[in-house]
């Protein structure tokens, strides 16, 4: 298994809403990260994970949650979003914090309304 | 000021036609990375080049990493229009893969 997997690939939410974004790979990558993306710019990194620890966070507002339960999985929690938030948000993996290549996931497509 | 600057931004060529894209930046690295990625897809990743001075060959692609290790092209041969996409290049400063602005390539048939 060489895949990155995301879900959902595509969520509304409303302002006052609460959701989650999953992500998940099985390729034994013991570190994850989460990207933003706005249409037609490069992905921003917002989150590193290395052996299950935070290990940067890129002063991302805390209306954006993460947590890595095991070192398979990586979720990013959201709460009162704004429309601004909307965005493609991806999930990668690499062998270890500082490798190179990473894999990454096809992102969530997410809308705030 | 991007760390990584790419150029050009967009790119609308015919098929067969070949292109360069560049990735420069005033900083030294341990490596680059190209990405190509599709509209509603992730980033793929397509090389990293390491040593400097390194040429490396993806079927029709070749990439280069300059010999001061600070900046990289990509050279499309005969592009097709399989190869339209955003290609990105990539760099780690600190352990932060930090992307450059990203080069939109059209190639119609």
């Known amino acids: 298994d060489t895949e990155v997997t995301q879900t959902p690939k595509h969520l509304v939410m409303g302002m006052t809403n609460k959701k989650s974004l999953k992500c998940e790979q099985h390729?034994?990558?013991?570190?994850m990260y989460w990207y933003k993306q706005k249409a037609k710019k490069p992905p921003e990194l917002m989150f590193v994970y290395s052996y299950e620890k935070l290990s940067i966070n890129e002063s991302v507002p805390s209306r954006f949650s993460p947590e890595c339960p095991n070192s398979s999985l990586l979720n990013l929690h959201l709460h009162a979003l704004q429309p601004e938030d909307s965005a493609l948000y991806l999930c990668?993996?690499?062998?270890?914090?500082?490798?190179?290549?990473?894999?990454f996931g096809s992102g969530t497509r997410l809308t705030v309304v | 000021t991007q760390l990584l600057e790419q150029s050009p931004q967009f790119l609308s060529i015919q098929e067969g036609e070949n292109l360069t894209v560049y990735c420069n930046s005033s900083?030294?690295?341990?490596?680059l990375q190209w990405y190509r990625q599709e509209p509603g897809e992730g980033p793929v990743l397509l090389v990293t080049v390491v040593t400097g001075g390194e040429v490396k060959k993806l079927k029709r692609l070749t990439f280069q990493f300059g010999d001061a290790r600070k900046d990289s092209s990509l050279h499309i041969t005969a592009a097709q229009p399989g190869d339209t996409g955003l290609y990105l290049c990539?760099?780690?400063?600190?352990?932060?893969?930090?992307f450059g602005a990203g080069t939109i390539l059209r190639v119609k048939s």
């Open positions: 900083s030294v690295f341990s490596s």
């Open positions: 990668a993996s690499s062998q270890d914090w500082g490798a190179q290549g990473y894999t």
């Open positions: 990539a760099g780690a400063p600190g352990n932060k893969l930090v």
């Open positions: 390729m034994g990558h013991r570190a």
